[in-house]
């Protein structure tokens, strides 16, 4: 059945009815939550040629973009058995592996440096959407990453590619769709537009794209840690997307108190999605604690990523039977490792 997602005070309503009708979870209600994962390179693809040759599967030795999204597609209605409703895709994707070597050169972006789409990302994106429209679920789209951010020089361009790929997606008539502008806007990226501060024009301008009166409900996750956002910032978003990275049970809970703490969010309820967390499932049931929605984030080893999990203990696999996480290349779409059979299974448990 085709999915349209709408916000309905602090709770998530698909076709009309709150997610997870009626459940509960040790007394606390999973109703309204909205379970997610990051699967943030399922529209990936890598114009560097020095670069590309780093995401070739084992079993073929080449590289192919439309495999790595038909695969992921295949995967979707196995993933809403489990309980999985959402899931985060990215434009210009996220870090796969953090080596200065690959990770400063790789060119991973649906936009070129003077804004023209890129037609292939966007049949991929469309290929996601109907994909999950198909299941049943919502896919959270992300527009910009900081490392290729870098390589569009004007803010101009930003400001008139999120104008452009908002109307792009109400255009293809889904209505399965969230929208997290900027994966963890902060100081650090170095532009000002991106600042705590300022993002908030970003949002503004999402919102503010409409087609036949309609609009998409957006957002802009914050860092891990603590990071939360400005108050301009909350005051605009739709829904708030803190980053979990980094924090125990008992740091989340806390960061996620704070948020509702600020005015803007005390003015203005609205649903708090963790769209980006790690693959510890006490932090999901730490999340249900303080009614707020929770995304699983598996990097996957070979990537030189250490969180709380160190994803550098050995390289990566050798077989796509082997093949762990969900963010570094080339990717294993299947529930095929402990982690991701543990964060499947909770979810499963939890939503039934």
């Given amino acids: 059945m085709p999915a349209e997602v709408a916000i309905d005070g602090v709770r998530f309503l698909i076709n009309g009815r709150p ?66 409703l959402a899931v985060t895709v990215g434009l210009q994707g ?5 080596t200065p070597e690959i990770y400063d050169q790789y060119d991973n972006s649906a936009y070129e440096p003077d804004g023209t789409f890129k037609p292939a990302y966007f049949d991929r994106l ?5 994909a999950a429209d198909a299941a049943g679920m919502v896919v959270i789209v992300n527009y910009f990453y900081w490392k290729h951010v ?17 109307a792009w997606l109400l255009e293809t008539g889904y209505r399965n769709i969230l929208v997290d502008v900027a994966n963890e806007a902060a100081d650090w990226w170095r532009r000002p537009a991106f600042a705590p501060g300022n993002v908030h024009r970003f949002i503004d301008i999402a919102k503010s794209t409409t ?22 910032w909350l005051a605009a978003e739709d829904f708030s997307l803190p980053h979990g990275n980094g924090c125990s049970p008992d740091q989340l809970k806390a960061k996620i108190r704070r948020l509702r703490e600020m005015d803007g969010y005390r003015k203005r309820p609205r649903p708090i999605v963790v769209n980006e ?29 250490r969180d709380l999990k160190d994803w550098t203990e050995h390289g990566r696999e050798a077989t796509m039977e082997e093949l762990s996480g969900y963010q570094t290349l080339p990717v ?21």
């Avoid at 996220?94 to 953090?98: F, K, L, R």
């Avoid at 967390?277 to 990523?305: C, H, K, M, V």
Wanted: hydrophobic share 35%; glycine share 10%; charged share 25%.
């Fill in 94 to 98: 996220g870090g796969s592996v953090y």
């Fill in 211 to 232: 087609l036949h009166g309609r609009r998409l409900l957006t957002g802009i996750s914050t860092g891990g840690g603590e990071a939360l956002p400005a108050e301009p």
């Fill in 277 to 305: 967390d790690s693959i510890f499932t006490a932090n999901l049931e730490a999340a249900i604690e303080e009614y707020a929605s929770w995304g699983f984030y598996a990097q996957g080893y070979g990537s030189g990523y």
């Fill in 19 to 84: 997610t997870y009708e009626g459940v509960t979870h040790y007394g606390k209600p999973v109703e309204g939550l909205l379970f997610n994962s990051r699967m943030i390179q399922a529209v990936f693809d890598d114009a560097c040629p020095e670069t590309r040759a780093c995401w070739r599967y084992p079993d073929t030795g080449a590289w192919d973009p439309d495999r790595n999204t038909d695969e992921f597609c295949a995967q979707l209605p196995e993933y809403r058995k489990c309980g999985l």
């Fill in 126 to 130: 469309r290929r996601i959407l109907h």
């Fill in 332 to 352: 294993n779409w299947g529930i095929n490792t402990p982690e991701k059979k543990a964060f499947f299974t909770a979810l499963t448990a939890i939503t039934r």
């Fill in 150 to 166: 870098a390589r569009i020089s004007d803010d101009n361009t930003l400001y008139d590619i999120t104008e452009r790929v908002t």
